[in-house]
């Protein structure tokens, strides 16, 4: 068990003890890449990558930079085109895990990677969807990740782009979105997860050395904590070892 | 038949005109680099751009004024921050920009649409989502089978798309190895196409491998040769992608002034890709793709 650790590294070792041998995932550029990498090097070495670049069962020899590095193409299983991926492997429900990230998350795990301020005349224009709209709706699960603060876990989302639990009041289920959702927010100090019945994201679990009231401090919304909380083990001596040393050995997207 | 090999002038010249709807696609990869400039150089302007990643060609060509509306599903300069240049036209108006905005399966569906000659393409996406509200062009349609309401985008049919590819004939039939993006469904989409090629080769080499051809040579109109056209993007098998020139432009477009200096030295300055490519001939040491070869296949009956 590793004790000197960042909370990077963290949330990429608890993002990787989520996914299962064989499962097939839609990986992200960032920490779900390094998670994914991380998981097929210890419990799940036939872990399928997908990108949405088109790239079916990668195997990257080096950190892919963007989401369409050449490296995920050599020794892949499958090339395909966009329309491939997003029709036949994603809206067919192939794509058993997907991760998500943003600028703001709200109660709900509803999503935005737009804009912040008003959409017409943003204070900060950002990328927008890419492929997260559609990886919200259908991947059978999704896992978000994101540091806590009030302003990147708000009461109000300024634009929603990937659908979360609940959307302007109406359920997935009403709305007819195939996927379960966001099901957990992998964050810096702690997992919060939907609760099954209301969607509503709620603390169920702490890292060592934090406590409820400071993640509440860090959300915009009257958080609920469940009663028994959880205790996340910090990273192995192997997963701190892999990560440093042979995923991101130039601190890339481990700073 | 008579070849369609044409400089990259020539072709930007009788195919690319003010006002037009242009597509460069390439995801990541195949990104064509000195179509882009060609079109900066011949002061094309008003264009209709559309990309799925805008990428820093569409950031390149805003901040020279060719853009007057962008259609895109994500805006961000991978791995390594914002497109400035992009941002300044949104956040600040300058220069004027319109933008017409879906997420990639929806740029992915638009192409797929015009690519078969249909109006519009079913999906299910956009419930709940705020993207409906800012862009009317997504709507939604009843099944008549099912009477379950699906999300629609409509066609997307360019003027004219460029296309990169590894290699082609003279007559434009194309062959892509690596991702490939929505380059197919761009490309029969469009009313005009341009392929750009790292290497041209005999129609012989094409036919010894027909399932690698993505685009045909029916549905193109000018081809051109242009070594490391796709810098600082990459051509799989022949170069790598520059990312440290993807981290440099964060700092590049940043600021106003510094993007104009580089247009004015990288693009303007240079009158063809062959030039571009003699200013910094470290490139080919750096980012030359190592080999790694696939066994052929036996397509004999």
Partial sequence: ?255 | MDSKVVSMKGAIAAHVRDGDTVVIEGFTHLINFAAGHEIIRQRRKDLTLCRLTPDLIYDQMIAAGCAKKLVFSWAGNPGAGSLHAFRRAVEKGTPPLEIEEYSHFGMVARMSAGAASLPFWPMRNYMGTDLPVVNPRIRTVTCPYTGEELATVPALNPDVTIIAAQRADRLGNAQVWGLLGVQKEAAFASKRVIVVVEELVDESVIRSDPNRTLIPGMIVDAVVVEPWGCHPSYAQGFYDRDNDFYVAWEDISRDAAKLQAYLDEWVHGVTDRAAYMAKQPELKQRLTAKAQMCEGVNYGF
Wanted: charged share 20%; hydrophobic share 40%; proline share 7%.
């Fill in chain 1, 1 to 255: 068990m590793a004790s000197d650790y960042s909370p990077s590294e963290m949330m990429a070792a608890v993002a990787a003890r989520e996914l299962g041998d064989r499962e097939v995932v839609f990986v992200g550029i960032g920490l779900p890449n390094l998670a994914c990498n991380l998981a097929r090097a210890i419990q799940a070495p036939d872990l399928v990558l997908i990108y949405e670049s088109g790239a079916v069962g990668a195997v990257p020899e080096r950190l892919p930079v963007s989401i369409g590095d050449p490296s995920l193409v050599t020794g892949s299983l499958m090339v395909c085109s966009m329309a491939d991926v997003f029709q036949l492997f994603l809206q067919n429900g192939k794509i058993e895990v997907g991760f998500l990230g943003g600028a703001q998350i709200d109660r709900w795990g509803n999503i935005n990677t737009t804009v912040i301020g008003k959409y017409d005349k943003p204070k900060v224009r950002l990328p927008g969807s890419g492929g997260a709209a559609e990886i919200a709706v259908h991947a059978q699960r999704v896992l978000i990740i994101s540091r806590l603060n009030p302003r990147a876990f708000p009461a109000e989302l300024d634009f929603l782009t990937s659908p979360g639990q609940r959307c302007k009041g109406k359920t997935r289920k009403e709305l007819g979105m195939p996927g379960a959702g966001p099901i957990k927010v992998i964050t810096d100090r702690g997992i919060l997860e939907s609760d099954p019945e209301t969607g509503e994201m709620i603390l169920t679990a702490l890292y060592p050395g934090n406590t409820a009231e400071e993640v509440k401090a860090n959300v915009g919304w009257p958080l609920r904590v469940r009663d028994h909380l959880g205790q996340v083990a910090p990273p192995t001596a192997q997963e701190i070892d892999l990560l440093r040393h042979k995923l991101d050995p130039q601190k890339l997207f481990l700073g």
